[in-house]
């Protein structure tokens, strides 16, 4: 697919201090921290950081699943999930449920993605983790048979809900045998998960009614608690409720006792209110309950879309702390749900460099909250990662400081006493906010390196993409984006959610036109200086009277001239697995664009058939990325400011530093300024960009020099990046970035 990597309530301010007699945070209106936890961020201390991987929303075959991986080691990510449900299929190969087979299959007949996982994981010291859904079911095909086994709301007709009933013994064992399949993988841990149960866009027909008065097992429990018949009696919706969650907390029971033998620990998702997302007033899950009967290891508050800002009020501070006593009384783990979307508010109000900033609060906050450690759904970005994985790195005076981390706009205003982040590299965590890019990565959305592993919705995707089958109405292309199983034009993806379609029916031989393909374009804004590898992934399907697959490059100069044309092409018949197009070129000096064309070209006058899928195309450095140690901030008395500076080394053209993105308000500044300087005896060429349009074109050399970049064209308050692209090789310091 192609991968953008995309880019609470209002309260009251209120401080954490530390209870003397229990070492437990209380909330108060003013005071200061103090107590036996206050500043404990000893780094070896366990705090872990579980990421939720969602192959709904990410597939990854086996090679990208281990740099995954290797990627999560890398930034001190303790432990990932694997959610593996996608609406009632599942993306393992187990007995006790319905398999995604055509996704699977498309990396091969054995590929099992949390197989590949375990191992992965296992062998670089991070455990690996299920998240465990438990009220996905739409195309699970034991409760399309077993329609009984779903919510009744009448008594005098059975039919299908889209949602399991754990009130049926059935039921649960069923889902033990699930359970006792994923263990046999040798996983760590088991989530259990209540927030989501989602409908597929293709059973949007299928009744999705929680209520659940009737099920036979319910109807038998209220008469032995209540003594009352409820199928001659109305019955009390909040008895009915309170039954459904007892039932579950029994299946949680069962197995937590049947994982405790393999050392298999369990957490469980709970809600303050007692109700669960997916099912509202129908299912009262009560979190006391769950805690004297200790139903899990640990429980992780509060899992729902619905209480997500509920950590950083007031009130559900309170609660909060009350919970975390109780599950300490009965010997269970307390876990903090941050749920992405606290993230991307953020991110989108503010910027992403106030969201780097942010996370270490956040979870220093949690920390201080006595949490055990912290679950996120989900994030994939590599910064965030570093953020959580690192988040004791920041600052020790910044993490001190005990506001909630709400997200007013005082607080996040707060975070940074400089408008352009970290522009002086003087604290610990200034690494997160710069990096080295290919050039042209910032330029279009499409390219690598700026793309989401969820894939673009539709409307964005055909900002860049257009579709062309040359007036031939038995050829088609779709861009696969919504997920659908048991469907033979939507659920295959190489990497992420989305891939592009290309299709055709008999008679697509016929005529003159016999092609369908996709097409994109981009600039070029600054040519690398070695070879680039541009490669595709393709997977065929029932091919049959297909010339060929390809993928074709066009580079053209300033003029719209084409001065280069390659191409990749290979014979597709029958069905394949993913495999790769790949060519390595170097870019010609004088191309300013490149148009990508990926095309399937059907043979004349032969009966067609058969479906073929793009996805993951990539441009990448041939000889590799630039290493990270390609930036340090060092430490010198030589600094303009401070003691610090950055500085980056660029071993070729084609490269250039950025910052991350920040929010830029400038007030009454005419410009930025920035002090510059090449290693000794070196000079170097290079531009200034800041915000579009506004860039500037300098020479330095290795004398500290203050370069100043005019604000007056921008508006007041803006989303921009710095970039600074040398024109050539070499190393680059930089310090004292600030409004002046």
Known sequence: MLRFFIRLTTLSVAFLVWAPKDGLPIVESNGSSEGDRKGCLNPSESFPIIL???????????????????????????????????????????????VYQERLDAFGEDFDPLRVLVDEGHQLGIKVGVHFDLFESS???????????????????????????????????????????????????????????????????????????????????????????????????????????????????????MLRDDNITTLAGATLSGYLQPSGENIFLDWKTMISNQAADGLVMANSRGETFAWYEKGGIDQFLKIRMATKENDMDFY???????????????????LLEYIPRQLHFFHQMGADGVLIHE????????????????????????????????????????????????????????????????????????????????????????????????????????????????????????????????????????????????????????????????????????????????FKDANDH????????????????????????????????????????????????????????????????????????????????GTRYGSFQIKKKGYEITSQEFLLDKGSQGQIELFLRTSRNESMELLINLGEGNTKRVKINDKWTSYLIPLTHLNDQIKTNLTIRPLGSGTLHVDHIHLK
């Not at 597939?59 to 996608?86: H, T, Y």
């Not at 903090?336 to 106030?354: F, G, M, P, Q, R």
């Not at 894939?455 to 088609?476: A, I």
């Open 52 to 98: 939720t991987w969602d192959y709904n929303i990410f597939v990854m075959g086996p090679s990208e699943i281990r740099q995954f991986v290797r990627l999560a080691k890398e930034k001190n990510i303790d432990q990932i999930n694997l959610r593996i449900n996608n609406k009632g299929v599942i993306n393992a190969r187990i007995d006790h449920g319905t």
């Open 139 to 257: 195309y699970d095909q034991f409760f399309i048979t077993h329609p009984e086994f779903t919510p009744q709301a009448r008594k005098d007709t059975v039919i299908y809900n889209a949602f399991p009933s754990y009130a049926h013994k059935e039921v649960r064992d069923y889902m033990l045998g699930r359970v006792r399949d994923l263990a046999a993988y040798g996983v760590d841990q088991v989530f259990f998960c209540t927030k989501s149960s989602h409908t597929p866009q293709n059973m949007t027909h299928v009744p999705r009614n929680t209520y659940a008065a009737y099920n036979l097992p319910v109807v038998e429990k209220y008469k032995e608690l209540y003594g009352i018949d409820i199928l001659t009696s109305i019955p009390d919706r909040k008895k009915v409720a309170k039954i459904h969650g007892d039932f579950i907390i029994e299946f949680l029971k069962e197995a937590k006792n």
């Open 336 to 354: 903090a749900y941050i749920l992405s979307t606290v993230y991307w508010k953020v991110k989108d109000e503010y910027s992403w460099s106030h």
């Open 379 to 554: 994030v994939y970005q590599k910064e965030i990662w570093e953020a959580l994985g690192n988040w004791k790195e920041t600052d020790q005076d910044d993490l001190q400081k005990t506001e909630v981390p709400n997200l007013e706009r005082d607080y996040i205003a707060s975070m940074f006493d400089n408008p352009l982040p970290h522009g002086s590299f003087e604290k610990e965590n200034s690494r997160l906010f710069w990096e080295i890019v290919p050039a042209w990565s910032s330029m279009n959305d499409w390219l690598p390196g700026r793309n989401i592993a969820s894939g673009l919705t539709l409307d964005d995707f055909v900002k860049y993409w257009t579709s062309d089958n040359q007036g031939n109405e038995h050829l088609f292309a779709i861009y696969d984006w919504k997920v659908m199983a048991s469907s033979e034009f939507s659920g295959r993806s190489y990497s992420g959610r989305s891939a592009m379609l290309v299709y055709a029916e008999n008679g697509a031989g016929k005529g003159p036109h016999r092609a369908v393909s996709w097409k994109a374009e981009s600039e070029i804004p600054e040519v690398p200086e070695g070879p680039s590898r541009f490669s595709v992934q393709i997977h065929g399907e029932d091919l049959k009277g297909i010339e060929w697959a390809s993928m074709r490059i066009v």
């Open 562 to 641: 084409v001065i280069k044309r390659i191409e990749e092409k290979e014979k597709v018949e029958g069905s394949f697995s993913w495999r790769e197009l790949a060519s390595r070129q170097q870019i010609p000096a004088n191309s300013k664009e490149m148009e990508v064309v990926l095309e399937m070209v059907v043979a004349s006058n032969t009966a067609t058939h058969g479906r073929l899928w793009f996805d993951a195309f990539r441009i990448s450095d041939a000889s590799g990325a630039p290493a990270t140690e390609n930036f340090k901030i060092i430490t010198s008395a030589e600094a303009p400011d």
